[in-house]
Each structure stands twice: as structure tokens, then as C-alpha cells.
């Protein structure tokens, strides 16, 4: 696996000149890091023009004190450390990659395969994604001067691309044939894997908060609400309903951490597997409703959702 920083790499190219050069900004825009950034931006409903992070590089260029949505002013205020981060990631392109697998098959089992192309980008909110459990793609404007945070981002999107088998993948597909079952695994199936990566990303005890800031030690400690939140949601999926509106606010980092973080250190990460390989949540969700009553605490689900989540 080769870690593609060409978009970055033009970047630094392009903001180190005094005017935008059209070459350069030609080849920028057709790297694989910006058809990546769009795609996924249009999928959440962000229609992005190409036309318009050419107008932004422009006024980043010619006004230093400009500060534009994509955040590339950001790099061109850091472009000393910019450079050396890109250096030692070429540099260190394998030894990267190899502490990045080590600490994934850590939750992951050793015969899942993992083929995944690794592209640099800069712009958004997102600190990386996935897509088709096959391309991942970093937002390094997050990650400058950040080597270890770098790495554990790698982690967690790594996480995300693990190679199931054909079996198991058309399984899955089946379960997705009603619109409760899509809904149901759009929320709690995510909320589940996004968990696992996080798991894979900070292991069981939050040390750090992340850059991101999806996942941080205030919330969760505030993590009652966002239970409050799920509970609604799948009630509403249950009964046939949809809750757009509370999907908008529910932070599925924070609790999907919670729930795998609990069974991995009470139970190991065994259990984790049924959702790792199979894709299936229940036993999960049986397993940490049990581990919270047992030691006395709120499991955070009403009765009414643990028993349609497990039957």
C-alpha cells in the first residue's frame, strides 16, 4: 500500500507562488484526493463547483489574512511543517503502514486481507472516509504537525476497509431488503462500526481528544442525551417512522465507543468479531446490557429497544 500525497504535494506547489498557476492548479484538480473530496461532499448534499476552489485558492493567494472554507490557508500558514510531514511520509511510507496494520489486527482477525489505496486531501470537516471499503482518504489540513494523530486516523479508516468475505457481504445484503431493516442498520449498524474504528483508533480509554472532534472526553460524559437521541430514533423505526431531524444531532462516535469500548475491556475483543465479520450487532448489544446491569450502571437503551435490538 502506497500512501498517495499528490494533492498535497501540487498544493504546496500552488500556494508557494505569488498568482495561481494555471498548470499547476490543471493537474491539482484531476488528482484522485479532489474527485474523492467532491464525491463525497456531494453525497451529503454539499454541491461543490469546481470553479469555486479555484476562486478560493485565488483569494488565499493574493490576501494572506483570507480564510476560506476548504481551510487551505491553513497549509500555506504552516508550510514549513507542510513539507517535512510530506517528506517523511514518502519516506516512511511502508514503516507507516506497517504500525498501522499492527494495531488493527489488534480488533481485526489476521485472515481478513486488506487492499486498500490511501489518498491525502485537505478540505471539509471530516478528518477521512471510505469508500466501498477500498479507497481511504485523509484530510491531512487536520493532521499538520500531527505524525501520531496522522497515524491513528489511518487506523480507524483502515478499520473501515477490511476485506469480508463474499458470503457473509451478501448475507448482509439480504437483511437490507425492508426499509425497517436499512434504517435499522443505517443507525445502530453504523453507530457499531464507527465505534470498533474508534476503538481501533484510541483504544479502550480515550487519552486524547479527537481532532475532529466527533469523539471527546466531555462527551462522554455527556453521553446521556445522545442515548435519549438513539432511543428515539429506533423507536420511530420500529413503528415505521423516520427521525431525520434527530439523525441530524446523534453522535454515533460517542456511542458506539461507549457500548465496544465496555465489552473490549470487560470481555476482549472476541465478541466484537459477530459485528468485525458477520455484520450483526445483537449479540453486541445483548452483551453490553448485560455487562452494564451487572456492574450497576445504565445501559443508556429503554427496555422496549434492548429487546427488539436482541430478539
Given amino acids: 500500500m502506497v500512501i498517495n500525497i499528490r494533492f498535497i504535494e501540487l498544493l504546496i506547489k500552488i500556494l508557494e507562488k505569488d498568482f495561481l498557476d494555471e498548470t499547476l492548479y490543471n493537474q491539482f484538480i484531476k488528482t484522485k484526493g479532489i474527485k474523492g473530496f467532491l464525491n463525497h461532499q456531494n453525497s451529503f448534499g454539499k454541491i461543490i463547483e469546481r470553479d469555486y476552489i479555484k476562486e478560493e485558492l485565488i ?12 481551510e487551505f490557508y491553513k497549509l500555506k500558514d504552516n508550510i514549513v511543517q507542510l513539507k517535512s510531514d510530506i517528506q517523511f511520509i514518502n519516506e516512511n511510507n511502508d514503516l507507516i503502514i506497517k504500525t498501522v496494520l499492527k494495531e488493527v489486527y489488534k480488533i481485526v482477525p489476521k485472515e481478513i486481507p486488506f487492499k486498500s489505496k490511501i489518498y491525502l486531501y485537505c478540505g471539509g470537516i471530516d478528518g477521512g472516509f471510505t469508500i466501498n471499503r477500498k479507497d481511504i482518504f485523509i484530510n491531512y489540513g487536520k493532521y499538520i504537525g500531527e505524525g501520531e494523530e496522522f497515524i491513528k486516523v489511518l487506523i480507524h479508516e483502515m478499520y473501515h476497509s477490511r476485506k469480508l468475505p463474499i458470503e457473509n457481504r451478501i448475507i448482509f445484503l439480504f437483511k437490507l431488503i425492508t426499509r425497517k431493516n436499512r434504517l435499522l442498520y443505517e443507525t445502530i449498524g453504523k453507530t457499531i462500526e464507527e465505534g470498533i474504528a474508534c476503538l481501533a483508533q484510541h483504544g479502550p480509554n480515550l487519552k486524547k481528544d479527537d ?15 445522545q442515548f435519549e437521541l438513539i432511543n428515539d430514533i429506533l423507536i420511530n423505526i420500529k413503528s415505521g417512522k423516520t427521525c431525520k431531524k434527530g439523525k441530524k444531532h446523534l453522535n454515533i462516535y460517542v456511542i458506539g465507543y461507549l457500548i465496544v469500548s465496555a465489552i473490549y475491556k470487560e470481555k476482549g475483543v472476541f465478541i466484537l468479531d459477530d459485528w468485525t465479520l458477520d455484520l450483526n450487532f445483537r449479540r453486541i448489544i445483548k452483551e453490553y446490557v448485560e455487562l452494564c446491569n451487572g456492574n450497576g450502571i445504565p445501559p443508556g437503551f429503554t427496555d422496549e429497544v434492548v429487546e427488539w435490538l436482541i430478539k
Fill in 211 to 225: 481532532l475532529t472532534g466527533n469523539l471527546t472526553k466531555r462527551q462522554l460524559l455527556l453521553a446521556k442525551e
Fill in 59 to 70: 483569494k488565499v493567494i493574493d490576501d494572506k489574512h483570507y480564510e476560506d472554507v476548504y
